[in-house]
T-cell receptor, first 122, second 110 residues
């Protein structure tokens, strides 16, 4: 079945870096655009970034632009999120999500991984 | 402050129906497709509706979506206690070149 498994979360000090990874299985990874969505504790969903199926097109939320970098390795069915210059407000559960339906980057996000918690604190 | 506006909470009795609204602008809902998600407590969100009114496989037909102008609506009929969750709308925003979400609507089945 289709599965997305995030890893790499943890506690990190402000200003430091962290790299999240997402292992995809059960589908043709290289055919789908992928996205990261985060959710701070007790808050709503916040979109972070998206990458097209071949990595040729990427977009970022203003809140992370210039600090976060999304990438993918279609040969390894892996999605990555390099997070630099982390701030306390970046603390959240980060979800790896496939854009499984629809015609644009805002299309149906499905499925979602279980999420990995990132805590930025001194 | 979310780009898409949803009511913070909605409620209805078991067996009844509810409509959850999502208001945007010409750069998001007005010109792009809308998706809807359900998030049960302690779980990851789940896709309910994509492309304004399409249901993925496995989503029952008592769940529906519609769009008119710069607003969209999620409808749920035959409410069950298991429907208690937070519901989010989302869409691509052509001006921001970003995906935008609503702030979420907590559904209570009384």
């Amino acid at each position: 079945q289709v599965q997305l498994m995030e890893s790499g979360g943890g506690v990190v000090q402000p200003g430091r870096s962290l790299r999240l990874s997402c292992a995809a299985s059960g589908f043709a990874f290289g055919v789908f655009s992928m996205t990261w969505v985060r959710q701070a504790p007790g808050k709503g969903l916040e979109w972070v970034t998206v990458i097209s199926h071949d990595g040729g097109s990427v977009h970022y939320a203003d809140s992370v632009k210039g600090r976060f970098t999304i990438s993918r390795d279609n040969s390894k069915n892996t999605l990555n999120l390099q997070m630099n210059s982390l701030r306390p407000e970046d603390s959240a559960v980060y979800y790896c999500v496939r854009i499984g339906y629809g015609y644009d980057f805002g299309g149906g996000f499905d499925p979602w991984g279980q999420g990995t918690l990132v805590t930025v604190s001194s | 402050q979310s780009v898409l506006t949803q009511p913070p909470s909605v409620s209805a009795a078991p067996g009844q129906k509810v409509a959850i609204s999502c208001s945007g602008s010409s750069s998001n809902i007005g010109s792009n497709y809308v998706s809807w998600y359900q998030q049960l407590p302690g779980t990851a969100p789940r896709l309910l509706i994509y492309d304004n009114d399409e249901r993925p496989s496995g989503i029952p037909d008592r769940i529906s979506g519609s769009k008119s102008g710069t607003s969209a609506t999620l409808g749920i009929t035959g409410l069950q206690t298991g429907d208690e969750a937070v519901y989010y709308c989302g869409a691509w925003d052509s001006s921001l070149s970003a995906v935008v979400f609503g702030g979420g609507s907590q559904l209570t089945v009384l």
